[in-house]
């Protein structure tokens, strides 16, 4: 795909190659990124991604349904948080303990496909309890992604009272934060705002996708601030008596709410075929509390 460093053609192949990796869901930034970590000149990358991605709509008429509008080039700022690969647990097959800075963390479970790790001991009772106690006050009917507009809105999928906090907003999300980075191999600055969920009985989340669908319009307002999402972790901050497990349906993996404990799951590109497909069963007796973080693939704002 590299062009030589002194004369640089955009070529048909360069073309095609851009409108299949737009296509196929990565955000302009990314395959600016890729297309200058093999060579090609900043500037000259930039105006083949717009006149390709322009073109293309222009050709189609499928307009953002389909393909994001083409962005500027980022910033030095913005460059600079762009990260390879996704966020990821590195782990050994005699791997049973991992070093979270100020804890030790157990590794329960792994799987492949999806890629999902289940962790004991992320946080103490202590912590769980905190978040509980600061989220509380804080509660409102749980909202979703307004996938057409980019913006939120109710969703009879999701059952729950939530609320977000601020990155960074207490010593005690600060430290979680960190904790969260130094696992996962992830900036802190790439990590939306936690989220804390209560599921009362009967309450769930039916089965989603976290990432954001390149197919639907509000898609690249969405990812100005921060990209696509590349990972998630929920982090279980008590045991209802009876029900409300993570469950990943295509793979057929249910995961316990433990008081504590997390689930972490990555997905490579926004598809399907990640099967990353998940929810929040019912809560049958008793009530649920979890936190939810999101990465994503640059600094979210």
Same mark, same amino acid.
């Given at each position: ?5 002194? $004369?640089?053609?955009?070529? *048909?192949?360069?073309?095609?190659? /851009? ?15 890729? +297309? ?29 349904? $389909? ?5 500027a080039a980022p910033t030095r700022s913005q460059a600079a948080t ?22 030790? !963390? ?7 496909? *999806? ?40 969703? *009879? ?5 939530? +609320? ?15 904790? /969260?980075?130094r696992l996962v191999n992830w900036p802190v600055e790439n990590g ?8 009362? $009985? ?14 639907? *319009? ?15 972790? $929920? +982090? ?18 249910? !995961? ?7 689930v972490f799951f990555s997905y490579d590109k926004p598809s399907p ?29």
């Amino acid at each position: 795909m590299a062009g030589d460093t002194m $004369v640089q053609i955009i070529t *048909p192949e360069l073309r095609r190659w /851009i409108v299949e990796q737009t296509v196929a869901g990565f955000s302009p930034e990314s395959v600016l990124d890729a +297309m200058v970590k093999v060579g090609w000149q900043q500037d000259l990358a930039a105006s083949a991604l717009e006149d390709t991605l322009r073109e293309h709509l222009r050709q189609t008429g499928v307009g953002r349904s $389909v393909v994001a509008a083409p962005a500027a080039a980022p910033t030095r700022s913005q460059a600079a948080t762009v990260m390879p690969g996704l966020p990821e647990i590195a782990l050994s097959p005699s791997l049973r303990c991992l070093d979270a800075g100020d804890r030790q !963390v157990r590794v329960l479970a792994t799987l492949s496909l *999806p890629r999902v790790v289940v962790l004991g001991g992320l946080l103490s009772d202590e912590e769980c309890d905190a978040l509980i106690a600061a989220a509380r006050p804080r509660l409102a009917r749980s909202l979703t992604v307004q996938t057409q507009t980019g913006g939120e809105e109710l969703n *009879p999928d999701r059952t729950s009272d939530g +609320m977000f906090f601020n990155r960074g907003e207490s010593d005690l999300l600060r430290r979680i934060e960190a904790r /969260i980075a130094r696992l996962v191999n992830w900036p802190v600055e790439n990590g939306e705002g936690m989220q804390v969920l209560n599921y009362p $009985v009967g309450a769930q989340y039916k089965p989603h996708y976290d990432y954001f669908d390149p197919a639907e *319009p509000g898609t690249p307002t969405i990812l100005q601030r921060g990209g696509q999402r590349l990972a998630t972790l $929920v +982090m279980y901050l008590n045991e209802p008596a009876k029900g409300g497990g993570t469950i990943f349906p295509d793979v057929g993996l249910e !995961v316990a709410p433990q008081r504590g404990n997390a689930v972490f799951f990555s997905y490579d590109k926004p598809s399907p075929v990640t099967r990353t497909l998940h929810g929040g069963a019912p809560v049958v007796q008793g009530e649920k509390w979890v936190a939810t973080k999101w990465l994503r693939e640059r600094e979210f704002f």
